[in-house]
């Protein structure tokens, strides 16, 4: 029943994934003493333009961002802007609770805010590419049983997993172990990335395993 969805979706995580695989290799090709430890706030800004890129194309390209009801220039500007407003807000409510969670307040600012844009390119912006800046949709998505698309239940995992990669690749920061990717935020910024490889993975698989049990209605 889902089977089109679930394909499409699939690609679409192939080629997201592929973009984060590229963002680390061709700087390390490009760009002498390139390495993801060494140099990791180029990595991962290298990271976050490259899904920001390339998931706002996919999505628009397999038209997933849902469509304006005006077509007029100014309500197109308005809804980048807005657009463009929650991204930049999304990044400070990250930042925020980063730091209440023990994150250095001054020391390391730059590095912390840096965290807090890759997580706002890994799950934000997918509800932006998804849904639109609607924030109304947003609250219906991420409350229980408000999904009503496979697209919906695809943002949930994907985002879910992303949170929990980050918060336990905080596990290891105060352990003595003189490891270089316990650094401030090396093991976060790498567990987010690693948990939105692994939602990109389990979000089509979940989906297909549990096709003919979903009920709610495409958009």
């Known amino acids: 029943m889902w089977d089109h969805e679930i394909r499409a979706m699939a690609s679409t995580h192939a080629i997201i994934a592929a973009s984060v ?26 990271v976050s333009g490259a899904v920001t890129g390339v998931s ?8 997933i961002t849902p469509p304006t009801k005006k077509h007029t220039v100014g309500y197109k500007l308005s809804r980048l802007f807005r657009s463009c407003l929650y991204f930049f807000l999304s990044c400070l409510f990250f930042h925020t609770v980063v730091v209440l969670y023990g994150a250095p307040l001054i020391e390391s600012a730059l590095d912390t805010f840096s965290l807090a844009v890759l997580l706002t390119s890994l799950t934000t912006l997918r509800c932006l590419c998804v849904l639109g800046p609607n924030v109304q949709a947003w609250i219906r998505v991420f409350s229980r049983h408000g999904a009503m698309s496979v697209w919906d239940t695809c943002l949930q995992i994907t985002v879910a997993c992303t949170l929990v990669g980050a918060w336990v690749g905080a596990f290891p920061i105060p352990l003595d172990w003189d490891r270089p990717w316990q650094v401030w935020p090396i093991s976060c910024s790498l567990g987010a990335t690693i948990g939105f490889l692994t939602g990109l993975v389990a979000a089509p698989a979940w989906i297909h395993y549990h096709r003919k049990q979903l009920t709610y209605k495409c958009k």
């Open 21 to 46: 695989f590229m963002a680390t290799v061709l700087p390390a090709a490009l760009v002498r003493g390139f390495s993801v430890y060494g140099t990791h706030m180029l990595w991962l800004y290298s």
């Open 56 to 63: 706002v194309a996919v999505f628009w390209l397999l038209g």
